[in-house]
Every structure is written in structure tokens, then in C-alpha cells.
């Protein structure tokens, strides 16, 4: 499980294209530590596992990592990981730890569609990013409800038929690859949870509950 709070921006060095998959590797630093072949990371929001890590030393005094990811179909299409190129940066963030502070909200790392940044405007100290959504998910995005933009957990400021707006704070534009994001760029958005699970008990009990009350009646 993730909170949506990105620890680092890691760099894609490598991006090996296969008809319907690849294999990533990404240059990692603090989000490396503790990481090891088998354990999940999210990348830009997507649970991938570490297929392969190599350490590195570009400078004598910083250290580093290359983590290896092997991106299956199902991703491909489900998320924006295929538009990766060399150098491009990406949201990283380790799976949170039992006693860890959880200062998002929660995220699975499971990517329910892809969005696209429709506009960018400032205002004074904030950025106001709309984003468009696959209409499947409408239902789940709420006004002042959570939502997890390419990994990062952010707030619904408003909604519309087909897009919703956030505000970022300088600190998320600095931190994150959001602060670079520009109209036509898309992004992965995972809805809250809880929204899913509540739409799926009533689908499976209200029927059953309709009609014990129409036999009671």
C-alpha cells in the first residue's frame, strides 16, 4: 500500500520496447535504500515490482541505483508508462511501512485510467491543474474527495461532466513531476478506494435487500 506522498523524482535510463511490453530501468536515489529484487515501488503511481537493481557511483560523494522494471501488456494499456522515453523524469514512491506516518490518502498503486492535463493556470502562490477523465470513473471522483495523479495524493477542488481541477501548493510542483506537467500530457489517476468498495457491496446486497423489503411489505 502507498499514501500518494512521492519521495523522490527518479530518471528513466533505459526504456527496452517489445510489441506489447517493456522493461524499464530508472535511476533511483533515497528510494533505493532498502529496496531490494522483489519488493514493489510506484512509479508516476503504478506498482511495479524490481526485477533487477544495480548500484552506481556517477560522484565520488552521492551514491545511486539503477532499478529494473518489467512492464507487462495489462500496464501498457492501463497506464501511461509506455509513453516513457530516456531522460524522463518520474514519481517514486516506496510502499508504506506498518508504523509509518500516513500523510496521504490510500493508494493501491493499481491505476484505474489515464487522464489528460487539459489546462495550467497560476494563481499567486498555487497552480490550478484541470484534468480530463475516462468516463468510467466519474462516479468515483468526488468534490473535495481524494484523487492520486501519476502517484501523487491530491484533493478534487472541483468537477465537471468530463474533467476535475486540483490546486498544488509550490512544495508538490517542486517535488513532483507535476510541477512540469503542460496541457496534452497524460497522466494516471487511481480513485479513492472506498468509493469502489461501497459501489460493490451495494451492487451485490441492495438487490437482495429490495426484495426481502418487497416481500416484507
Excluded at 481541477?165 to 513531476?177: D, F, G, N, R
Amino acid at each position: 500500500m502507498f499514501t500518494g506522498i512521492v519521495e523522490e523524482i527518479g530518471t528513466v535510463v533505459s526504456v527496452q520496447s517489445r510489441e506489447r511490453s517493456a522493461i524499464i530501468e530508472i535511476e533511483v536515489s533515497k528510494t533505493g535504500q532498502g529496496t531490494d529484487v522483489g519488493d514493489s515501488l510506484a512509479v508516476n503511481g503504478c506498482c511495479l515490482t524490481v526485477v533487477g537493481r544495480e548500484e552506481i557511483n556517477r560522484d565520488a560523494h552521492v551514491g545511486g541505483m539503477i532499478l529494473r522494471f518489467d512492464v507487462v501488456p495489462e500496464t501498457m494499456v492501463r497506464t501511461n508508462l509506455g509513453d516513457l522515453r530516456d531522460g524522463d523524469p518520474v514519481n517514486l514512491e516506496r510502499p508504506l511501512k506498518a508504523d509509518g506516518r500516513f500523510g496521504g490518502h490510500i493508494v493501491q498503486g493499481h491505476v484505474d485510467g489515464v487522464g489528460r492535463i487539459r489546462e495550467v493556470k497560476d494563481a499567486e502562490n498555487a497552480r490550478i491543474m484541470e484534468i480530463t477523465f475516462p468516463s468510467t470513473l466519474r462516479r468515483y471522483i468526488v468534490e473535495k474527495g481524494s484523487i492520486c495523479v501519476d502517484g501523487v495524493s491530491l484533493t478534487v477542488a472541483s468537477i465537471a461532466p468530463d474533467s476535475f481541477t486540483v490546486w498544488l501548493i509550490p512544495h508538490t510542483c517542486e517535488a513532483t513531476t507535476l510541477g512540469k506537467g503542460q496541457p496534452g500530457h497524460r497522466v494516471n489517476l487511481e480513485c479513492d478506494l472506498i468509493g469502489k468498495y461501497v459501489e460493490r457491496l451495494l451492487m451485490d446486497v441492495l438487490p437482495d435487500y429490495v426484495k426481502s423489503f418487497e416481500k416484507g411489505c
